[in-house]
């Protein structure tokens, strides 16, 4: 009988395969209860309103329905504009975000800046305390001309010290000496950042990446202060889904006050069929970084 190996290669002891089995169980039951909400959503995504309000969420749908997403394609060109739209604001978010807060990033990580602690305090300080909402919309709209435009959906949201910190902690792990060796080649600081340092941090670029990423795909708040009802083109996709079901709602209202059945009115699936509309591109992303999340764990290390 042949025995079971290890990933190098060694045979496995009986106590190591039932480590295995049971680990492998396990992590099996805990994907499965995460899986759960996400599919409780796709099911009720397809059910209709008098069966949510009658039996509530339900896995396997009492009454099929398809009412949720007619009513959200009923307009399908304004619908792939957001999506238009908030692919744009992503990408170019994404990629200025990774540039500028990896380029602050390299800075306050090298030794050679005498001032990088104070300027690091700076950062952080203002991660605490801000000047409000009123001083900051007042700052974008009046001096920097945000109003009603596609850059007000980029730039205010831009940098996040969290995620500056994050790659600071990366860049320091990097050992020194590679810096030094490439300066005693004749490499300047914009070569060292983006020919040494940059490729030895890919897991840490991809982490914070994808974080940015889903920053500016959720984001419905800078459109809300800075678009008006003029500029429906530059909505994004979560604030476009967002007055459709502020709509649907005050349908729903409106047609209980006129003695029309609520159930006519399919708000409640229409919840759960925009977080399907909403999230299908950010699911179907992950699996193309998940391997950079496990060489995270590794970055910085030394090979030989």
């Not at 001032?115 to 300080?125: A, E, I, K, L, P």
């Amino acid at each position: 009988m042949r025995k079971l190996k290890d990933a190098n290669g060694r045979p496995m002891g009986r106590d190591r395969i039932i480590f295995n089995v049971i680990s492998y169980v396990l992590l099996t039951l805990l994907s499965l209860i995460c899986l759960l909400p996400f599919l409780l959503v796709v099911s009720g995504s397809f059910s209709d309103q008098q069966s949510i309000q009658l039996y509530g969420y339900q896995l396997i749908p009492k009454s099929f329905s398809l009412d949720a997403y007619k009513m959200l394609f009923r307009i399908p060109g304004e619908l792939l504009q957001a999506y238009g739209v908030t692919i744009f604001v992503t990408l170019t978010g994404t990629l200025l975000g990774l540039l500028f807060t990896s380029m602050a990033a390299f800075v306050l990580a090298n030794k050679d800046f005498r001032y990088r602690y104070q300027v690091s305090f700076f950062f952080y300080f203002t991660s605490i305390f801000g000047g409000g909402l009123v001083p900051w919309y007042i700052f974008n709209t009046k001096y920097l001309h945000f109003h009603n435009n596609v850059i007000s959906l980029i730039v205010p949201t831009l940098i996040n010290v969290t995620y500056l910190l994050i790659l600071k902690s990366y860049m320091m792990n990097i050992p020194q000496e590679l810096y030094e060796s490439a300066r005693l080649d004749g490499a300047g600081d914009w070569t060292i950042y983006w020919q040494v340092a940059m490729p030895l941090c890919k897991a840490g670029l991809a982490t914070v990446g994808l974080f940015i990423a889903l920053n500016y795909w959720n984001d419905w708040y800078n459109a809300m202060l800075f678009l008006d009802e003029g500029r429906r083109d530059l909505y994004p996709l979560q604030y476009f889904l967002n007055n459709i079901l502020t709509k649907a709602q005050a349908l729903n209202a409106a047609a209980a006050r006129s003695g029309i059945p609520a159930s006519d009115v399919p708000s409640e699936p229409m919840k759960l069929a925009m977080t399907v509309v909403a999230t299908g591109p950010i699911v179907l992303l992950y699996p193309f970084l998940q391997k950079y999340f496990v060489k995270g764990v590794t970055i910085g290390a030394v090979k030989g």
